[in-house]
């Protein structure tokens, strides 16, 4: 890859990992099954409240840093878009431009929140005057915008190093799962 183009993928590579740990943790939590809503919200419901929103809302913020352009103003971003200026091989570098704008498009929802409601307070939404609502977002927009963040690292992956990581597939053993099973055995005692 060379030094400049391999220190930016390895730092987006770590990113996205740490992006699909995160997601993992609150499909695990929160997208598997009704039981296990039931046991959080009678542990603590609350808390779990919390959890969900602050997971939810740290992964479309994620998604949306990854998708920002590679330059704000004077101040450099690592992003996505910081990739393709530092590839030599044309084909490659177009291909990987395609893929970029391909996961900016699918990104729209998750910038559209960030910029509403996550990371900004705009006054429109959050006194609910009459203005364009925010979109709908659901757990299968996230997976298509994670498989977008995917495609890009993986094709690079592919052309310098002939493999692919399976981002999604991170396996734990100390996450969620292992939380949810330990609620079930003290609840059933």
Same mark, same amino acid.
């Given at each position: 890859?060379?030094?400049?183009?391999?220190l930016?993928? @390895?730092? /987006?590579?770590?990113? /996205? $990992?740490?992006?699909? +740990?995160?997601? *993992? *943790?609150?499909?695990?939590?929160?997208?598997?099954?009704d039981?296990?809503?039931?046991?959080?919200?009678?542990?603590?419901?609350? @808390?779990?409240? +919390?959890?969900?929103?602050?997971?939810?809302?740290?992964?479309?913020?994620?998604?949306?840093?990854?998708?920002?352009?590679?330059?704000?103003?004077?101040?450099?971003?690592?992003?996505? #878009?910081?990739?393709?200026?530092?590839?030599?091989?044309?084909?490659?570098?177009?291909?990987?431009? $395609?893929?970029?704008?391909?996961?900016? &498009?699918?990104?729209?929802?998750?910038?559209?929140?960030?910029?509403?409601?996550?990371?900004?307070?705009?006054?429109?939404?959050?006194?609910?005057?009459?203005? %364009?609502?925010?979109?709908?977002?659901?757990?299968?927009?996230?997976?298509?915008?994670?498989?977008?963040?995917?495609?890009?690292?993986?094709?690079l992956?592919?052309? @310098? %190093?002939?493999?692919? &990581? #399976?981002?999604q597939? @991170?396996?734990? &053993?100390?996450?969620?799962?292992?939380? &949810?099973?330990?609620?079930?055995?003290?609840?059933?005692?």
């Open positions: 890859m060379g030094k400049e183009l391999g930016h993928f @390895f730092a /987006l590579h770590r990113k /996205l $990992g740490e992006l699909h +740990i995160v997601w *993992q *943790q609150y499909r695990q939590l929160f997208g598997s099954d039981d296990t809503i039931e046991l959080l919200n009678r542990t603590a419901g609350l @808390f779990f409240k +919390i959890v969900q929103d602050e997971l939810w809302d740290s992964v479309l913020l994620s998604i949306s840093r990854m998708t920002d352009p590679a330059k704000s103003q004077s101040n450099k971003n690592l992003t996505i #878009f910081s990739l393709p200026p530092l590839i030599d091989d044309q084909a490659l570098k177009i291909e990987i431009e $395609g893929l970029c704008e391909a996961a900016f &498009v699918s990104a729209k929802f998750a910038r559209e929140h960030r910029n509403k409601r996550v990371a900004h307070q705009d006054a429109g939404h959050l006194m609910n005057e009459p203005v %364009r609502p925010l979109s709908g977002i659901s757990r299968a927009h996230i997976e298509e915008m994670l498989s977008a963040l995917r495609n890009v690292l993986n094709r992956e592919l052309h @310098f %190093r002939g493999s692919e &990581v #399976f981002y597939n @991170f396996v734990d &053993v100390s996450g969620a799962r292992v939380l &949810v099973a330990k609620l079930r055995r003290m609840e059933s005692q």
